[in-house]
Nanobody
Framework: QVHLVESGGGSVQAGGSLRLSCAVSGYTFSYIYRCMAWFRQAPGKEREGVAAINGAGTTNYADSLKGRVTISVDNAKNTLYLQMNSLEPEDTAIYYC??????????????????WGQGTQVTVSS
């Protein structure tokens, strides 16, 4: 059974940074065709993809966040990370870890994931 548990959310002032973590169990990620990702959902908005990564470390970022976020994975610790810098109030959302999509051509998609964590709240104040 796949289990994803996010942590690291919190409140931060605009311009600050946060690193989110996702502890993964029941899912072997170290295959090139397997993908994991971060999504977020702001109040009153649909969930959107933030970043994705495959077992070989190839990344895919949403255009709106490129340059401010970095997705990474530590296979030894079975943990997925999202480093977020220069945070803005518009980044306030619940952030979710996801797994289970497969590679499309050479990149991981920002949709069609089968497994989800419970989410962690990120609040950015101005």
């Amino acid at each position: 059974q796949v289990h994803l548990v996010e942590s690291g959310g919190g409140s931060v002032q605009a311009g600050g940074s946060l690193r989110l973590s996702c502890a993964v169990s029941g899912y072997t990620f170290s295959y090139i065709y397997r993908c994991m990702a971060w999504f977020r959902q702001a109040p009153g908005k649909e969930r959107e993809g933030v970043a994705a990564i495959n077992g070989a470390g190839t990344t895919n970022y949403a255009d709106s966040l490129k340059g401010r976020v970095t997705i990474s994975v530590d296979n030894a610790k079975n943990t997925l990370y999202l480093q977020m810098n220069s945070l803005e109030p518009e980044d306030t959302a619940i952030y979710y870890c996801a797994a289970g999509a497969t590679l499309v051509s050479t990149t991981c998609p920002l949709k069609n994931y089968n497994y989800w964590g419970q989410g962690t709240q990120v609040t950015v104040s101005s």
